[in-house]
């Protein structure tokens, strides 16, 4: 699985990616959010990790990790 690049990713194509990754690799649950933070790259994760403050990324789950994701990394789409 590539790194996430947020400047040219977008985070609801990579999310879908990043499931079937779990799903092949019979990823659990528990794994799904460290599994993310290590894949985001370093740029991202100090980007992450200043939208998760006062909270640590670490502390959150894979759920809430990825609406962090979506809210800051979707590219918006025009109707």
């Keep these: 699985m590539l790194e996430f690049n947020h400047v040219r990713d ?8 990043l499931e079937q990754y779990f799903r092949a690799n019979d990823t659990k649950e528990e794994l799904k959010a460290s599994r993310l933070l290590t894949l985001i ?3 991202t994760y100090v980007l992450v990790k200043s939208y998760c403050f006062p909270e640590k990324p670490s502390e959150k789950s894979y759920e ?14 025009s109707v």
């Design 10 to 17: 977008d985070w609801i194509i990579y999310q879908k990616r």
């Design 41 to 43: 790259g370093p740029e």
């Design 64 to 77: 809430q990790l990825c609406d962090i994701m979506i809210e800051q990394f979707s590219q918006q789409q």
